[in-house]
């Protein structure tokens, strides 16, 4: 007993290193966003002026917003759309599932530069053809008697094509996530609701939703998370005149990144701490309560 | 059928929201066109916007601003590392920028590859003050494309305090006495410039031996672990926190180091060094071009070159903005400039006569200097 | 689900198509043809200079790898042990570094490391660099960390040790405790059930950890610029460099890309294969 106990001391004081490693970083930068100073190594006392000048600086409040836009619209997509594709993979013969799941999880097992450069190809070379066209041809039509010249719009990397490279990177986790809750399913659940006079959507909605809704509520977080970690493929599709908050980071990186970013990331930091803990604490009172309904 | 029908709605769907960027022009057969916007087209229904390409540290902020105020155009502004890399985001077709203010030699290329479109002059008045110096220079020898934004000299940034006496030449950039606090910049033109004049060539030399032998005295210096990163805007952390001690960057730069370090010392070395104009210019694809020439005008002015200058310490193409320079930090500081600073920005033509403006290079030798610079990171 | 629902993965199968599919035949295209867009292969055939930067990257994100394991499993296993309360914080923990953006992060890692840094000065503070010059005779005024292979290496399992240990928790955390009973019970003694039964089951959970974590140190690029000082270069500053940075050339970008690709592709088979085919695990 007292060697597990010391053994417990041990791993505990290994895991309390470990942690410290991973956060000293973060700790840094927490403690710079209210130096008086613009170093990131010199204390020069304590101040608030990098929370008052973030909400003046432009550039980071769009990113900001440009990120948390384009990752809870990916996130949207992506967890719609990957969960009826897991239903749809679900049903399917699997002479054709696998091939399927195989090009399904290229982009989460390629190298985010080979996704992003990729993409980027692909996108110049359709907005080229397409910009071709559009400057050179246009549709006339006749309305109403008034002749109207109708000319395509150019097309250019910016947020349409930020958001289809989230969306197409966040899919296959959803589906990832989704695939074993219907698997783990009883399929008897959905064939009573069918012999008792439900439509697939009415099964769907009272059977199969709320069974695999763990599956897609974690599938939605970790597409989040990737989206608005990501900066490698936003970096590559998103053209000149749109940046996401790493974007602006990276660009910052070499000039030296002002506090105000330290400023915005601890605010964004202890959002989604909060955030955390206030799910955890009402999953493990939810258990709790659960456990004790079983006791008695 | 439901599913012909779904089909069909997200067709329908999916070419509304394309049609919805279209312009919609309506044409009269008596002659006269009337404009019918459509929603969708941003440089077609008031709100104005310009797409700015500029370096990095290389504006003053609030110039922006006003130049927004004053009329009512957003300005979007993004910022490239070097003119290389620009010019990889131009050719790559990702960018859609209207406005770009690249280096001489870059600006010979992109006129070179047709990427350019003449400007207009006569809605540039501020042209006029451009000192004639920096007019029809061989870039652009009928000065049809580009109006001066600023001029400088490349030199050597020193930490006084971390290296032995006073550096005169370019040697210390591959002197083994400083391994591990010497940068490197991280483009191929500049770098392999400054070998080059070392050994005494010009920096616009297409012998392909010279360009190897250059580029070998930077590789040997590489391997000796002489340089401990290849920087652009970085260097600013670096030397100004004393993180290194010797780097090769522009004039402009090293003054605003200056402010935060005053252990700093710059030189233009015996040896000679380059000399540059970074120049506006439109792009021939360009979407808003009557804006693009109202932001240079704006830029070009008088006003806006002396709090340019204030601010990035890069001296200015403007005739009276230079020569009223030192009365006006004198008026705002309160203050008489220190005149070796000066003479630093705007360097005197005793510095200039040792110094070379890069030119456009042949392809042949555009593409050794990409391969030789991939190789340097091997 | 008596009637097939198959149709419902249409729309997605079309997006792949788009999106990633085309994507890569557009890689594989420039990666064969020369700036006028006729065939070649010179792309290939100039590979064998870059042998160097392929070989430091695989060396560098292999030793980060391996490092992130050792690390990462003791942690993972000495977490799945503890209570569930316990086990809840600590899964908070590891899965909070990832929303601060990690180039944010490896730029404070940055100012820890340089040579001004907040690590040396903190030496210096201590009289460490005092009493190494006083005994040793040497004249050191700070260690070099910025700019070497080692930063770039811990700034990689800085970044992605998070990658390894959540996989292979949640592997461990599913094992069959009765398993482990039965080979206690059978007389294995702890070294032996864990050699025995643990490690063998959590093998799915390594090897999605592995995947996890030697994919994006191959590679990276903003970890080893901003750590490494871009002096020697990586395979991701070598793409990024033909795409966005100083020595534009498309084509042969996508040739490296697309050797990166396949070598990944196929270290990754074969690792599979270890596995005997196991279910990939699922990472959170």
Redesign the interface.
């Known amino acids: 007993m007292s060697t597990n106990r010391k053994n417990r001391v041990g791993s505990r004081l290994y895991m309390a290193l470990v942690f410290f490693f991973l956060y000293a970083p973060i700790l840094l930068l927490i403690v710079f966003s209210f130096n008086a100073g613009k170093s990131g190594v010199v204390w020069q006392g304590f101040s608030l002026q990098w929370y008052a000048e973030l909400f003046q600086d432009r550039l980071i409040i769009q990113s900001v917003y440009t990120t948390l836009l384009v990752s809870v619209l990916a996130t949207a997509i992506a967890t719609v759309v990957g969960t009826f594709t897991a239903i749809g993979f679900f049903s399917m013969r699997r002479r054709w599932r696998a091939p399927l799941l195989t090009v399904n999880n290229i982009p989460m097992m390629n190298a985010d530069i080979v996704t992003g450069v990729a993409m980027c190809l692909f996108f110049v070379a359709v907005f080229g053809g397409w910009n071709y066209l559009a400057s050179n041809y246009a549709f006339t039509v006749n309305l109403f008697g008034a002749i109207y010249r109708i000319t395509l719009p150019k097309l250019y990397l910016g947020f349409g094509t930020l958001l289809i490279a989230h969306v197409t990177f966040n899919i296959p986790y959803v589906i990832l996530s989704v695939s074993p809750k219907l698997r783990q399913m009883d399929s008897n659940l959905v064939d009573a609701a069918r012999d008792l006079g439900c439509t697939w959507l009415q099964a769907f909605g009272k059977v199969i939703l709320p069974e695999i809704m763990p599956g897609i509520i974690s599938g939605a977080l970790i597409a989040f998370t990737m989206s608005v970690d990501d900066f490698v493929i936003s970096y590559f599709t998103a053209g000149s005149s749109t940046s996401t908050l790493a974007m602006t980071i990276y660009g910052m990186t070499k000039k030296g990144v002002t506090p105000e970013i330290n400023a915005i990331s601890t605010i964004l930091f202890v959002v989604v701490l909060f955030l955390l803990i206030v799910v955890n604490v009402r999953e493990s009172r939810a258990e709790k309560a659960a456990a004790k309904r079983q006791l008695s | 059928m439901k599913r012909i029908a779904a089909l069909t709605l997200s067709c329908a769907l999916a070419a509304g929201l394309l049609l919805s960027g279209c312009s919609v022009e309506r044409v009269d057969n008596t002659g006269g066109s009337a404009e019918t916007p459509s929603g969708g087209n941003s440089s077609n229904d008031g709100n104005r916007v310009l797409n700015v390409c500029n370096w990095g540290e290389y504006i003053d902020l609030d110039l922006i601003t006003e130049f927004e105020e004053q009329t009512g155009i957003k300005v979007n502004y993004q910022t490239a590392e070097s003119n290389e890399a620009l010019y990889s985001v131009l050719k790559n077709g990702g960018a859609n920028y209207d406005v770009i203010c690249p280096s001489d030699y870059m600006i010979s290329q992109l006129i070179e590859e047709d990427m350019l479109q003449p400007l207009d002059y006569s809605k540039i008045p501020n042209f006029e003050k451009i000192d004639d110096r920096f007019k029809n220079l061989s870039y652009d020898p009928e000065n049809l494309y580009t109006v001066p934004y600023t001029w400088g000299t490349l030199g050597i940034i020193y930490n006084t305090t971390m290296v032995d006496g006073p550096i005169t030449s370019w040697s210390a950039m591959f002197d083994e006495a400083n391994a591990g606090n010497v940068l490197l910049i991280n483009n191929s033109r500049d770098a392999f410039g400054m070998a080059l004049y070392y050994l005494g060539y010009s920096v616009n030399t297409t012998d392909e031996a010279q360009i190897r032998e250059a580029y070998q005295l930077i590789a040997d210096a590489a391997s000796k672990g002489v340089y401990q990163g290849k920087v652009m805007d970085e260097v600013f952390l670096k030397m100004e926190g004393g993180n290194a001690a010797v780097a090769t960057y522009y004039a402009g730069d090293y003054l605003t180091m200056l402010e935060s370090n005053p252990d700093l010392a710059y030189v233009v070395p015996e040896e000679g060094s380059n000399w540059f104009v970074d120049a506006m210019c439109i792009l021939k694809d360009a979407q808003n071009v009557e804006e693009a020439h109202e932001w240079i005008n704006f830029l070009a002015s008088t006003e806006s070159n002396l709090r340019n200058m204030d601010y990035i310490w890069y001296a200015s193409p403007n005739a009276e903005a230079l020569e009223q320079y030192p009365a006006y930090y004198e008026e705002t500081y309160g203050e008489p400039l220190d005149m070796e600073l000066y003479e630093i920005m705007a360097a005197p033509q005793e510095v200039l006569d040792r110094c070379e403006a890069y030119l456009v290079l042949p392809e042949e030798t555009r593409t050794l200097y990409n391969d030789l610079w991939i190789e340097l990171g091997l | 689900?008596?009637?097939?629902?198959?149709?419902?993965?249409?729309?997605?199968?079309v997006?792949?198509a788009l999106?990633?599919?085309?994507?890569?035949i557009?890689?594989v295209i420039?990666s064969f043809t020369t700036a006028d867009f006729s065939f070649t292969t010179d792309n290939f055939t100039r590979m064998g200079?870059?042998a160097?930067?392929f070989t430091r990257s695989f060396k560098l994100a292999i030793i980060a790898t391996l490092i992130c394991l050792l690390?990462g499993y003791?942690?993972a296993y000495?977490?799945a042990?503890e209570g569930?309360?316990f086990q809840?914080?600590?899964m908070?923990?590891?899965?909070?570094?990832?929303?601060?953006?990690?180039?944010?992060?490896?730029?404070?890692?940055m100012?820890?490391l340089?040579?001004?840094?907040?690590l040396n000065?903190l030496f210096s503070a201590i009289g460490l660099f005092d009493f190494l010059n006083n005994t040793m005779g040497t004249d050191i005024q700070y260690f070099?960390m910025?700019?070497t292979q080692g930063a770039v290496v811990l700034g990689m399992v800085?970044n992605y040790?998070?990658f390894m240990i959540l996989p292979i928790y949640s592997v461990i955390i599913k094992l069959d405790q009765s398993l482990l009973e039965a080979a206690r019970d059978l007389g294995a003694n702890s070294l032996g059930v864990f050699r025995k039964v643990i490690f063998p089951l959590s093998l799915p959970g390594i090897l999605s950890g592995v995947?996890m974590v030697f994919?994006?140190s191959?590679?990276t690029?903003?970890i080893s610029r901003?750590l490494?000082?871009?002096?020697?270069?990586m395979l991701?500053?070598?793409?990024?460099?033909?795409?966005?940075?100083?020595?534009?050339?498309?084509h042969l970008?996508?040739a490296i890309?697309l050797v990166?690709?396949i070598i990944?592709?196929v270290c990754?088979w074969v690792m599979n294969h270890f596995g005997e085919g196991e279910e990939?695990a699922?990472?959170?």
Do not use: C, H
């Open positions: 689900m008596k009637n097939n629902r198959s149709f419902l993965a249409i729309p997605y199968v997006w792949m999106f990633v599919v085309a994507p890569i557009m890689v420039y200079t870059f160097v930067i690390v003791p942690l000495a977490m042990r569930k309360e809840r914080v600590a908070l923990l590891i899965m909070l570094p990832m929303w601060v953006n990690f180039l944010l992060r490896t730029y404070a890692t100012s820890i340089e040579n001004n840094g907040i000065q070099r910025i700019g800085y040790l998070p995947t994919v994006p191959v590679s690029f903003a901003l490494g000082g871009g002096i020697q270069m991701g500053d070598l793409i990024e460099q033909q795409f966005l940075g100083g020595a534009y050339n498309p970008g996508s890309a990166m690709m990944v592709v990754m990939q699922v990472m959170l």
